[in-house]
């Protein structure tokens, strides 16, 4: 039940995305800084951890995941380190992303034939 839970959550938010992406004169830049942005306000709310432990991976996966990590590690950080952890939790929440994005970016930037548009 729990990968079925984590599909349709996903899938949903995903949709959702693209419909915005279909029906609105937005950038692609635009929406993704707001949703990274939503899902920092959302789990400043309180509202995304219920949809975490529902959805799982459905829900940490997409863009709101990554704002709902970065929230997450912040408010870790400023428990343990008073305000200095407003600057370093979010870098630190989210660490495994960025050093994910980061490996894999180069690894298929060294295996792929980039060729420019004519």
């Known amino acids: ?9 996903g899938g949903l938010i ?6 915005v992406i279909d029906k609105t004169k937005l950038t692609p830049a635009r929406i993704l800084v707001t949703l ?13 951890q219920s949809v975490v432990d529902y ?3 459905g829900a940490t996966i997409p863009l709101l995941g990554f704002g709902y990590s970065l929230a ?3 408010a870790k950080a400023v ?13 630190t929440g989210a660490a495994g992303g960025i050093a994910a994005a980061i490996v894999f970016g180069c690894l298929f930037a060294l295996l792929s034939k980039p060729k420019s548009k004519s």
């Open 72 to 74: 997450k590690g912040v």
């Open 1 to 9: 039940m729990q990968y079925l839970n984590a599909f349709w959550v």
């Open 55 to 57: 959805a799982g991976a």
């Open 36 to 48: 990274v942005v939503l899902g920092v306000v959302l789990q400043g709310f309180g509202v995304y």
């Open 14 to 19: 995903c949709a959702i995305c693209q419909v």
């Open 79 to 91: 428990a343990e380190s008073g305000l200095l952890g407003v600057f370093t939790g979010g870098v």
